[in-house]
């Protein structure tokens, strides 16, 4: 129909606070190179504004789903992530994101690839990033995925179905370890900006933790006026950047910055206290949550809080010494659910150790909820000459 162009059926999906392109695996190149090209085609990268796409001109919603049949047997689908740059040509399959694993699930159902079953659908999901298994609880009726609930999620407009996922199988996934020097706490050395005290964590996403004092912060920050503290940011960065090489994520700090913006990621905890939140109406108080955190990645700021981060703080406030753990008050150190609180609010995690075993920690679960919606399916048109290159 359009001889010039090469069409593709995507499907968009919110989930949790974040919006991805969902895409069967069969429908993109099997060249990596030619995959990419396409992947940017679809989303107007790399372009701010990707006004030539379908991405939203926001880390946010520069994400991708590739789904696919399971390729183990233990699992019902194969789910692939890409964080799409809009900044540069990079398109990271270094990672995970946890709000886009929400949405597998129910996307799997509507497209029959999962039988769906009320009242709640178990689904399994290997994701092909960490080579380690999801698993979602979808509430169903009528065959679909429930999409009206009373559940709801700081920094997303009404209420939703709530969706369930444990991530319990990602502890250590990307490195071999939870804590992947063996330390809860490294110090981090960067050329005439000083030492700096770093927890590094891996489960759901490697993460870099720093307590807010370190950088000259209360840790009660807006985005805002983070990223507006231009050397701040580059210190945040030198300080990622030196971790990544520190865990064996990249050779060179440049190199981690140049390759792998998108993991690890970077958090800035700080022990409860009153705010408000960015969207300048929602007071979030210290008696509701147990630590206050911003998170750094792709280079900016995480306007909320990513799945695959409350992961790893979940994991981090079970683990003593951390950076984490030394916010909490005694109370919290013992409760399974942990309550972060985040530019636009709380989100909570259930994080249940089960034992360590020399070095080694193994957690009986690692949870969260969050709501996923179906938003648009049709064809993505991409130029075929980008495929003659």
Known sequence: MYPQMNPYHVVIYRGGTSKGIFIRRNELPADPKQRDAVIRAIFGSPDPRQIDGLGGADVLTSKLAIIGPPSRADADVDY????????????????????????????????????????????????????????????????????????????????GSEIKLDFRDTAGSTTGRVLPTGNPVDLIEVAGQGVFPVSIVDAGNVLVFIEAASLGLKGTESCRVIEENQALMALIEQIRAHAAVRCGMAATPAEATE???????????????????????????????????????????????????????????????????????????????????????????????????????????????????????????????????
């Open 80 to 159: 692939t992530f890409a964080q799409v740059s809009f900044d540069t040509d990079l398109v990271d399959f270094g990672g995970n994101c946890g709000n886009i694993s929400a949405a597998v699930g129910p996307y799997a159902i509507d497209e029959g690839l999962v039988q769906a079953v009320e009242p709640v659908t178990r689904v399994r999901i290997h994701q092909t990033n960490t080579n380690c298994i999801l698993e979602a609880e979808v509430a169903v009726r009528d065959g679909k995925p429930c999409v009206e609930g009373d559940y709801t999620i700081a920094g997303v407009p009404g209420s």
């Open 259 to 389: 390759k792998s913006a998108y993991v690890p990621f970077f958090a800035i905890v700080s022990k409860p206290a009153d705010y408000l939140a960015d969207d300048g109406k929602t007071e979030v108080c210290a008696n509701a949550v147990d630590v206050v955190s911003r998170l750094y990645f792709m280079l900016h700021m995480h306007k909320t809080y990513p799945g695959t981060g409350t992961v790893a703080t979940g994991a981090a406030a079970r683990i003593p010494g951390t950076l984490v753990y030394q916010q909490l008050s005694a109370e919290a150190r013992q409760k399974d659910l942990l309550r972060i609180g985040h530019p636009r609010g709380v989100i909570n995690v259930e994080a249940r150790l089960e034992g360590e075993s020399d070095g080694q920690y193994r957690f009986a679960r690692l949870a969260y909820s969050r709501t996923a919606r179906r938003i648009l399916e049709g064809t993505a048109y991409v130029r075929s000459s980008l495929l003659q290159k």
